[in-house]
């Protein structure tokens, strides 16, 4: 599964990067913000998930954990 994670600031992405980029079951890269999708920051989290066991869940509760606003965005 692929995606994007649109955050608010800069600060939060980097702080997505720095959370998610330490897991094993998910690659992750910081990129432009996509043209379709509108957000504050210019930056965005491109997410590939490796493990399907882990799930787009599993990212929405690590990112309410560390209290960063979001926006999940998945690809088709």
């Known amino acids: 599964m692929k995606g994007y994670i649109l955050v608010w600031t800069?600060?939060?992405a980097f702080?997505?990067?720095r959370i998610l980029g330490g897991l094993e079951w998910i690659?992750?890269?910081l990129v432009p913000t996509p043209r379709e999708f509108s957000s504050d920051c210019g930056i965005a989290v491109f997410f590939e998930i490796i493990d399907?066991?882990?799930g787009i869940t599993t990212i929405e509760n690590i990112l309410k954990d560390n209290k960063i606003e979001y926006e999940i965005k998945i690809l088709n």
Do not use: H, N
């Open 52 to 54: 399907e066991m882990k």
């Open 15 to 17: 702080e997505c990067e």
């Open 27 to 29: 690659y992750i890269r």
């Open 10 to 12: 800069t600060f939060s």
